[in-house]
């Protein structure tokens, strides 16, 4: 199993991994600096795992997350810039400068009044979009949720996202 260090200063695509952002079950995302265009961006990186079947799940969690993610284009929810598979599957998505709205919450308490609002209409607009498109998201969270700047607020993290119309609850 990779220690998630081991990646640092290295370089995926076209992004040279600088800094750990946070670390979950399946993936590692760092702070990545872009070469082309020159800008800072998260990259998440698929963990892999110690046994083919655990690394197999994850796998195809990734490749999941890439299409769902690719079918929906709204100012509400995190795009990806790229993605690639060597020699880990990583994605390529904006830097959330501000971090989560968890982190906000803990670092600075509940947001003024008109802020809350902004966040609660984006998170609504994000899903309701979502939805229109056949997209589940199943893990909605203040974790999930990033601010690229104290205004705008994005939905992240669609790793266990279903598609209505799959067999969402055989599943």
């Avoid at 998440?44 to 890439?66: D, G």
């Avoid at 971090?99 to 600075?108: H, V």
């Amino acid at each position: 199993m990779l220690d998630s260090h081991e990646l640092l200063n290295t370089t995926l695509g076209n992004c040279r991994l600088t800094r750990i952002l946070g670390q979950g079950g399946t993936s590692t995302v760092y702070l990545g600096r872009q070469q082309h265009p020159n800008r800072f961006v998260a990259v998440k990186v698929l963990y892999p795992r110690s046994t083919w079947e655990s690394y197999e799940i994850f796998h195809a969690r990734f490749w999941r997350e890439v299409h769902i993610i690719s079918r929906l284009s709204h100012r509400h929810i995190i795009p990806i810039y790229s993605y690639g598979t060597q020699p880990y599957p990583y994605l390529v998505m904006p830097y959330a400068r501000e971090g989560s709205l968890e982190d906000m919450l803990a670092r600075s308490g509940p947001p003024p009044f008109y802020r809350a609002i902004r966040y609660i209409l984006a998170a609504c607009s994000a899903l309701d979009y979502a939805h229109q498109r056949d997209v589940i998201h199943r893990d909605l969270k203040p974790g999930n949720l990033l601010l690229l700047t104290p205004d705008t607020l994005v939905l992240a993290d669609f790793g266990i996202a279903r598609l209505q119309s799959s067999s969402l609850w055989g599943e």
